[in-house]
């Protein structure tokens, strides 16, 4: 029997390759999908160590070998969709690395299908 595997999270290869940007000039990098505080809702991106994750976050995965997480509050309402991350024209969030670029990472999304939704859940 052979197990179906579903990404929470993904990324065009835009934003994988401003990751890899990023990446080459501040090393190993993490995700925190913002709640909408100060930066609204966007994926902030961080040097690893400068943001600390606790045990009410959720990690969704992998991008490229970058974790994402999302706290656990927002992902009770999100957890239906995945999350398509991807890069854009404008200023990142205040204390993204992706802040000053004239690029930011952005989170589109699609619902999960029924089907999706049940191989989530088993």
């Known amino acids: 029997m052979s197990l179906i595997s ?3 999270v993904v990324a065009t290869d835009a934003a994988l390759a401003f990751l890899a940007e990023l990446r ?25 160590g400068d943001f600390i994750t606790s045990d009410t976050d959720v990690f969704l995965g992998n991008l490229d070998g970058t974790p994402f997480y999302m706290g656990a509050e927002q992902f009770e309402y999100w957890k239906h969709t995945q999350l398509i991350i991807d ?5 990142g969030g205040m204390f993204s690395l992706d802040n000053g670029t004239g690029r930011r ?18």
């Open 6 to 8: 579903i990404d929470r």
């Open 24 to 48: 080459d000039k501040h090393g190993p990098l993490m995700f925190f999908q913002s709640g909408g505080c100060c930066d609204g809702s966007a994926p902030m991106c961080y040097a690893i």
């Open 87 to 91: 890069v854009v024209a404008g200023y």
């Open 105 to 122: 990472f952005l989170t589109r999304s699609r619902l999960f299908t029924d089907e999706e939704c049940q191989l989530l859940s088993a």
